[in-house]
DNA sequence: GTCTTGACTTCGG
DNA sequence: GCCGAAGCCAAGA
């Protein structure tokens, strides 16, 4: 798959985040088994610039920070998409992270 | 072909 | 919990 560029990968995985449900860049280089966790917020950076309707906001790093909150170049900052899906942030970093947390690598392989 | 950039992660202190 | 250093890999120049 030559045109199936990596960012595409990480398209795939993150629009199958479910509603409510946050992950982190690790945990999608691990699914993908290829490339690195920097690798994937790259693509990130490479996405919303691509697909705008991509749930970047449920992807954060390992503390639950909002790493990408600055270039989220939108209306509706990072942390207020998330309010919206009853996730609590505060000081930047998400609450009950490890509670919210969604490994594609074992969610994604349970459904396909 | 090399070098730089980056929405990261892990380890030790 | 935070801080610094090292490792990591895909695009673009």
């Known amino acids: 798959m030559d045109k199936y560029t990596y960012f595409e990968k990480v398209y795939d995985i993150v629009r199958e985040i479910p509603f409510g449900r946050i992950t982190t860049y690790g945990a999608i280089h691990q699914c993908l088994a290829e490339g690195s966790a920097r690798t994937v917020g790259w693509a990130l ?38 309010r919206k899906e009853n996730i609590k942030v505060i000081n930047n970093r998400v609450q009950d992270f490890r509670q919210l947390f969604w490994d594609p690598s074992i969610e994604l392989l349970s459904d396909f």
């Open 45 to 82: 950076n490479q996405l919303h610039d691509t697909y705008p309707d991509i749930p970047a906001h449920r992807v954060v790093n390992r503390k639950g920070e909002l790493s990408g909150a600055a270039y989220f170049g939108g209306l509706i900052s990072m942390e207020e998409r998330l």
